[in-house]
């Protein structure tokens, strides 16, 4: 009988919340920096944040089959090493075409992690207690949300480039600790399969399953959405504020939605044991849209983080159930596969920071800008519910 908390989960979890501590630590700064530093225009600063996004679209359709196929510890190793070059790579950059090769790299690795990582966790806990460890990793993710950013802000004095220095060491911490816990408990080889792996299977995926890709193209709203914070919302404290107080204010935010995440977590958790993830997923999918809609109708910061507390809460309902919706919805063999696919999501980040910055370019009026990118969030609303009316065609 496996554990809640084995030895294998634990680390994975730790290595989680190691990984998007340095995350947190940069990736959120890195739309003011280019502005700050390089002065690129919002379309040149989202064509970089869509071609991270466009890799790891791309690469959600190949790796899925190999997840599934080959030993985990080999796939999580050699995403955490693409991972580590991107970092240690970064402090050197000095062209644009060097920001897209970062891009690219970056989202090919982040495919390949994120996946393996949620296949892992659900591979070895049992049934019932996947819901408890599924939001103890975004607990912990939201942790860092909280600590990073600030962290963050007080080390930036010694320049952003050398925080990638200290996150491209994190993640070599990782890559020694899956190194040393792979030898000592090591994994059980897949059983051989008569085919190959391919792109067409993932595609077939979509096939049989209508109501998985109902659901996915749900996800692509909702992370439209979302990925709007980072991006076109960052750019639009750097338009509206003077650089300190853009930075300043971003920071207060991010920490203002990794507080709330932390102090509502427990009673989403408790919810969720009430009602369906569809239902929680609506919900959250339409509050995300409602705080969206209020980050542009006044600078004020009291109104932003009231907007922030409105727009987490609905992050919270949404991402903490994706992964327990997705796990049911397959078998173990099929787990790869599925998780991987969810990155096609990666089409809602790869629209957002472009029409984002073209919004900002051309219109430049928070209210219309916030209005028309809530408007298309919202679309997730109808879509997780036509989703859960599906059945799968087998």
Not at 252 to 269: D, M, S
Request: hydrophobic residues 50%; proline residues 3%; contains cysteine.
């Amino acid at each position: 009988m496996r554990k809640k908390f084995n030895v294998v989960t634990s680390t994975i979890l730790v290595s989680i919340f190691l990984a998007r501590f340095g995350t947190f630590l940069v990736i959120p700064y890195l739309t003011l920096f280019l502005l700050n530093e390089f002065e690129y225009t919002g379309v040149q600063i989202g064509a970089i944040l869509s071609t991270l996004a466009f890799s790891g679209l791309i690469m959600s359709f190949f790796i899925g089959p190999y997840i599934d196929k080959f030993p985990k510890n080999k796939v999580i190793i050699t995403g955490l090493a693409g991972y580590l070059a991107c970092y240690i790579y970064f402090p050197f950059i000095d062209q644009y075409a060097g920001f897209i090769i970062f891009a690219i790299v970056l989202g090919m690795s982040q495919s390949i992690v994120e996946p393996t990582y949620r296949v892992l966790l659900s591979l070895y806990t049992e049934p019932e207690n996947r819901r408890l460890i599924f939001n103890i990793r975004y607990f912990l993710i939201n942790i860092s949300a909280a600590v990073a950013p600030l962290t963050s802000v007080y080390f930036q004095r010694f320049g952003l480039e050398n925080i990638f220095f200290g996150v491209g060491f994190i993640y070599l911490i990782n890559i020694i600790t899956f190194l040393v816990l792979f030898k000592k408990y090591p994994m059980v080889k897949p059983v051989a399969s008569a085919s190959k792996s391919s792109i067409f299977q993932s595609f077939y995926v979509f096939k049989k399953d209508y109501a998985f890709s109902i659901f996915v193209l749900a996800l692509i709203f909702v992370t439209f959405g979302y990925s709007q914070f980072d991006s076109t919302f960052s750019q639009y404290l750097g338009r509206t504020f003077d650089a300190e107080l853009a930075v300043q204010y971003f920071a207060w935010l991010i920490t203002t939605n990794a507080i709330t995440v932390l102090v509502i977590q427990y009673f989403v958790y408790k919810l969720g044991e009430r009602i369906s993830t569809t239902t929680s997923l609506m919900i959250g999918s339409g509050m995300l849209s409602l705080g969206l809609l209020i980050f542009g109708q006044s600078p004020n910061i009291i109104v932003l983080i009231g907007a922030m507390i409105i727009f987490t809460a609905g992050e919270v309902l949404v991402f903490t159930m994706v992964d327990i919706h997705i796990d049911s919805m397959c078998e173990d063999h099929e787990k790869g596969t599925y998780f991987a696919l969810t990155g096609v999501k990666s089409i809602g980040r790869i629209i957002a920071p472009s029409l984002g910055g073209i919004l900002l370019d051309n219109i430049g009026a928070g209210a219309v800008v916030f209005f028309i990118i809530s408007l298309i969030t919202v679309l997730s609303v109808p879509s997780f519910w036509i989703s859960s009316k599906m059945k799968p065609r087998i």
